[in-house]
């Protein structure tokens, strides 16, 4: 960098080879900005004098990777840029390690390729396989007891009825990628529809999930009635939740009305029902000129309660509601995918660890049964395997 440039603005000079060089310059205005800019924490440590300079530090090399290279991502642990430093970046992205990490491992999924480590690949269907289970630490136990249970018996019913709690958030997963690849381009009617086809896959997934652990959980405690009426939100009196308490009450009181696991469930379950009725909407947002963005109508019979479940549970800010339309209310369909997947796959743990499946005939779990597989030759399940994919995937 020439610091001999004129006041005002700094000259820098970078090479892409021996035999050429590009020209750009640092705003000095929006650097001298951010070195007096005390509104965050950012460097709060630190005296004065020596915040500022960081601060200053920081806002020279956002503008060095945003006006001078013109770099889309900027990766970094520069503490003032992450909490107020969107003014000196100009549409360069500046994320942490762990989250760029998350966004190149989307761009190379998008591209079909499934790396785990360097020069070892899985398949997609292997990739997603082990991140279902990353999601799922529960299930080993669970399924696992399901299979025993189904092998003692001579009927597979309970151990496919299980796999697909798997497979739904498998699928749940892929779905996952689906919407963020559609919402990280330039927006138009088919990327929306694409987007909003993903976000039914992900909700009728995620609520098949739940449908069927009240399935197993009907079959473990012997409930009386046909499985088929199983389902957590079943309230009324003598229904299918009061009928389970009365049998295993650590476990329904996971979902009892008022917890934030009936919250949870609540917001699944009614976006969920825009299937039966009309498709969730989406409209396209633009704001003071900025990209069109695609956000998401929430369905207006159950938008009330909605936003009660999402105001229990993290605030509505944090499912991505935003109030742009008078009258009715939407949500950033990226944000809330996001937040369902941080909410719904710890209550379908919770509900698995509380499901007593010792109980079922011929069920005998040793200590390995409750976690991955291990010291098996070319086993997807080891540690750093796990690790990979979970970064990867931004779990």
């Known amino acids: 960098m020439d610091q001999g440039a004129p006041k005002g603005s700094w000259d820098i000079r970078f090479a892409h080879n021996d035999k050429s060089y590009t020209q750009a310059a640092v705003n000095w205005n929006i650097v001298g900005i951010a070195e007096k800019d005390v509104s965050t924490d950012a460097y709060g440590d ?9 601060r200053r530090q920081d806002a020279i090399a956002a503008q060095v990777a945003s006006e001078g290279v013109h770099a889309d991502m900027y990766i970094t642990e520069r503490e003032f840029l992450h909490k107020r430093g969107g003014y000196v970046t100009r549409g360069t992205t500046v994320c942490t390690p762990k989250d760029a990490l998350a966004v190149l491992g989307l761009y190379f999924r ?4 499934f790396c785990v480590l360097n020069r070892y690949m899985f398949n997609r269907g292997l990739f997603f396989w082990v991140g279902a289970r990353e999601l799922l630490p529960s299930a080993w136990r669970w399924f696992t007891a399901c299979a025993q249970h189904s092998i003692g018996v001579g009927d597979d019913s309970m151990m496919l009825l299980a796999g697909s709690v798997l497979q739904r958030v498998d699928r749940a997963l892929v779905m996952r990628d689906a919407v963020h690849v559609a919402l990280n381009q330039k927006q138009n009617n088919d990327l929306r529809d694409d987007a909003l086809s993903s976000l039914d896959i992900i909700l009728v997934s995620f609520m098949a999930a739940f449908d069927v652990l009240a399935r197993v959980a009907h079959r473990v405690l012997g409930i009386s009635g046909d499985e088929y009426q199983a389902a957590w939100q079943q309230l009324r009196r003598g229904g299918w939740w009061e009928r389970a308490h009365a049998v295993e009450p650590a476990l329904a009181d996971v979902v009892r009305p008022g917890t934030s696991g009936a919250q949870v ?8 029902n825009s299937v039966h009725g009309a498709a969730l909407q989406g409209i396209a947002y633009v704001q003071n000129g900025g990209p069109q963005e695609t956000l998401v109508g929430l369905p207006p019979s159950d938008q009330a309660d909605l936003l009660a479940a999402m105001d229990a549970v993290g605030g509505r800010g944090a499912w991505g509601v935003r109030a742009v339309v008078l009258g009715r209310t939407h949500v950033d369909p990226a944000v809330l995918v996001e937040r369902l997947f941080e909410a719904v796959p710890p209550l379908l743990n919770e509900l698995m660890d509380r499901t007593p499946v010792e109980r079922l005939a011929h069920v005998a779990l040793l200590p390995a049964h409750h976690g991955p597989p291990t010291g098996e030759r070319g086993n997807p399940f080891e540690p750093w395997t796990r690790q990979s994919v979970r970064w990867q995937l931004g779990l």
């Open 110 to 113: 998008s591209q079909g390729e």
């Open 265 to 272: 469930l609540t917001i699944v379950r009614l976006l969920r």
């Open 46 to 54: 630190l005296p004065p004098e020596k915040a500022a300079e960081r």
